[in-house]
């Protein structure tokens, strides 16, 4: 059972567009929401990230967005160029047994492949 | 500074073959995870440890073994490999950057292949 939705599996988008996408959740625990980047041969790198106690964050041309009412939250990409093309993931952590912090196990979305177009 | 070290980058198993794939970090992070990632199915956990001594199971731990004897070395067994274990594996470790904000840090994987 995927309890992080993501959507949409592939996007393509032109250069200077806006890229959106989009993920929900159904556990209610999740208090952390990160993206992560990845790109072709390489491990994920955190993006930006969000707490349910605010609804946007924003990080130069990147922003999520998050309806805590509705579960969702979503990755905005402004002006998005080239070099953003890569895969994207959402995530969602709860807290981990005996952590300090309580925000490492993260629970994935299946991904979206972005291609930024010229 | 090297950050998270996986090896082997790539290999290919026969099924029943067992192996141990390394996971070493050099920034003194406590906790650190393996995830699988597999197409349509983005990552998984597996296991991971919150510190030297103590381990716990992810989403998907069957058949794989994890210890942790120290802070830097988490290495993640299989014990008999399988078809199904065909994935691409990703060590990460795991510090606090910021107020609330967590950060993975994820080596660069390893490809295997189980025949």
């Known amino acids: 059972q995927q309890q992080v939705k993501q959507s949409p599996q592939s996007l393509i988008v032109q250069k200077g567009g806006i890229s959106i996408i989009n993920c929900a959740y159904e556990n209610t625990a999740f208090d952390y929401f990160p993206w992560y980047q990845q790109f072709p041969g390489k491990g994920p790198a955190l993006l930006i990230a969000i707490r349910p106690d605010v609804s946007e964050k924003k990080e130069g041309r990147f922003t999520i967005s998050f309806n805590k009412s509705a579960k969702q939250f979503s990755l905005h990409i402004m002006d998005s160029q080239p070099g953003d093309s890569a895969t994207y993931f959402c995530a969602a952590s709860n807290p981990a047994r005996g952590s300090n912090f309580g925000n490492e196990k993260l629970t994935f979305g299946t991904g979206t492949r972005l291609t930024i177009i010229p | 500074n090297a950050g998270v070290t996986q090896t082997p980058k790539f290999q290919v198993l026969k099924t029943g073959q067992s192996m141990t794939l390394q996971c070493a970090q050099d920034?003194?992070?406590?906790?650190m995870s393996w995830y699988r990632q597999d197409p349509g199915m983005g990552l998984r956990l597996i296991h991971y440890s919150v510190g030297a001594g103590i381990t716990d199971q992810g989403e998907v731990p069957n058949g794989y073994n994890v210890s942790r004897s120290t802070t830097e070395d988490f290495p993640l067994r299989l014990l008999s490999a399988a078809p199904s274990q065909t994935s691409v594996y990703f060590c990460?470790?795991?510090?606090?950057?910021?107020?609330?904000?967590?950060?993975?840090?994820f080596g660069q994987g390893t490809r295997l292949t189980v025949v």
């Open positions: 920034m003194n992070h406590e906790y």
């Open positions: 990460a470790s795991s510090r606090q950057t910021g107020i609330y904000v967590t950060e993975a840090f």
